[in-house]
């Protein structure tokens, strides 16, 4: 197992207002806890504000987790110090979600895929072209953008350089932060074929996240579902269809159907997303959930084994059908 992560939690505290007022906080990732084989995609989808991005900056251990413990290869990453967690940085990288922000403007294509190389002090200055101008290739860019500046190139060739840069060190985990939400949905297609293809060209294994189910389902091999800081669901992609969470159901109603015969019927859920300072109790999702029970408030769901590769965090998930019974009912024009 590359990547194993045992209950993650992290709260932010919040800054107290008046004397008189209790010391709040953020719940953004509360008891996460899966695995991650090597060579495989892991997708994780949910809605903006589900704590996804938190959880991906505590695996890259920009932040530190206030309980839980992450694996890498067997070695604890989260009791190591910055000294000693220096040199395995090289073996997990990260793609950004903004590919305008994330490249310094001031440096060129060529300075910035160098710089992973000299932090780290991997080979000799004289062969740093050959590494960068191997990179370029592989992500499809031509050899005279070596010389060029971010503001030269378009959304998806700078999206391009991220993914180069992130593969300078030829990392073993690659954690992609939504790297296609910010592109056209033409360039979205190529960036997610050009990830596919360097990982079975690197032997790469990624964690994908994003908040589009179809995306998530064409590139990963398994599915992890997040709602306010829980893993609510986790499912293969094959068999996504026999989702049993209604939080996952809503998500699989909004993915488009490209049929004209067949008006799928939409799962739209009521109410607002509860407050992360402020939840719900019990079951996170029971205030949009169109089966809660007085039970829903009174228990916390744990992710609970429906098959050997499908976990379900509900405890009325012997009552919620599966997705495939609820497409049953979409019209037929």
């Known amino acids: 197992m590359?990547?194993?992560?045992?209950?993650?939690?992290?709260?932010?505290?919040?800054?107290?207002?008046?004397?008189?007022?209790?010391?709040?906080?953020?719940?953004?990732?509360?008891?996460?806890?899966?695995?991650?084989?090597?060579?495989?995609?892991?997708?994780?989808?949910?809605?903006?504000?589900?704590?996804?991005?938190?959880?991906?900056?505590?695996?890259?251990?920009?932040?530190?987790?206030?309980?839980?413990?992450?694996?890498?290869?067997?070695?604890?990453?989260?009791?190591?110090?910055?000294?000693?967690?220096?040199?395995?940085?090289?073996?997990?990288?990260?793609?950004?979600?903004?590919?305008?922000?994330?490249?310094?403007?001031?440096?060129?294509?060529?300075?910035?895929?160098?710089?992973?190389?000299?932090?780290?002090?991997?080979?000799?200055?004289?062969?740093?072209?050959?590494?960068v101008q191997e990179m370029i290739d592989k992500v499809g860019l031509s050899r005279n953008a070596y010389g060029r500046y971010p503001h030269e190139f378009s959304g998806g060739q700078r999206q391009r350089v991220g993914i180069a840069r992130s593969l300078m060190l030829y990392p073993k985990l690659v954690i992609a932060d939504e790297p296609v939400s910010a592109l056209d949905v033409s360039i979205q297609a190529q960036i997610?074929?050009?990830?596919?293809?360097?990982?079975?060209?690197?032997?790469?294994?990624?964690?994908?996240?994003?908040?589009?189910?179809?995306?998530?389902?064409?590139?990963?091999?398994?599915?992890?579902?997040?709602?306010?800081?829980?893993?609510?669901?986790?499912?293969?992609?094959?068999?996504?269809?026999?989702?049993?969470?209604?939080?996952?159901?809503?998500?699989?109603?909004?993915?488009?159907?490209?049929s004209p015969q067949v008006a799928r019927k939409k799962i739209v859920l009521t109410g607002d997303v509860p407050s992360p300072i402020n939840p719900p109790s019990g079951c996170s999702f029971r205030t949009r959930c169109p089966y809660a029970q007085e039970i829903c408030a009174e228990k916390d769901p744990f992710l609970d084994s429906l098959h050997d590769d499908h976990r379900v965090a509900c405890l009325l998930v012997k009552e919620v059908p599966p997705f495939s019974d609820l497409e049953k009912n979409s019209e037929t024009r």
């Open 192 to 258: 997610i074929n050009l990830m596919m293809d360097l990982q079975k060209d690197m032997d790469l294994t990624y964690l994908f996240i994003a908040h589009d189910l179809k995306v998530v389902r064409h590139i990963s091999q398994r599915i992890l579902v997040m709602y306010l800081g829980h893993i609510v669901e986790e499912i293969d992609s094959e068999h996504l269809e026999s989702a049993r969470h209604p939080y996952t159901h809503a998500l699989l109603s909004a993915v488009p159907v490209p």
């Open 2 to 131: 590359l990547l194993k992560v045992e209950n993650i939690v992290k709260h932010f505290p919040l800054p107290r207002g008046w004397w008189w007022q209790k010391k709040s906080k953020v719940q953004a990732v509360n008891d996460v806890s899966f695995s991650l084989e090597g060579g495989k995609t892991l997708g994780l989808v949910g809605e903006s504000g589900c704590g996804k991005t938190t959880l991906a900056r505590l695996l890259m251990r920009l932040i530190a987790p206030d309980s839980g413990k992450i694996y890498l290869e067997g070695e604890e990453l989260t009791s190591l110090k910055e000294s000693k967690l220096r040199p395995l940085r090289k073996k997990f990288q990260m793609i950004f979600q903004d590919p305008y922000s994330s490249l310094n403007p001031r440096m060129t294509v060529g300075q910035i895929l160098t710089e992973p190389l000299k932090v780290h002090g991997m080979g000799k200055k004289a062969g740093y072209l050959n590494r």
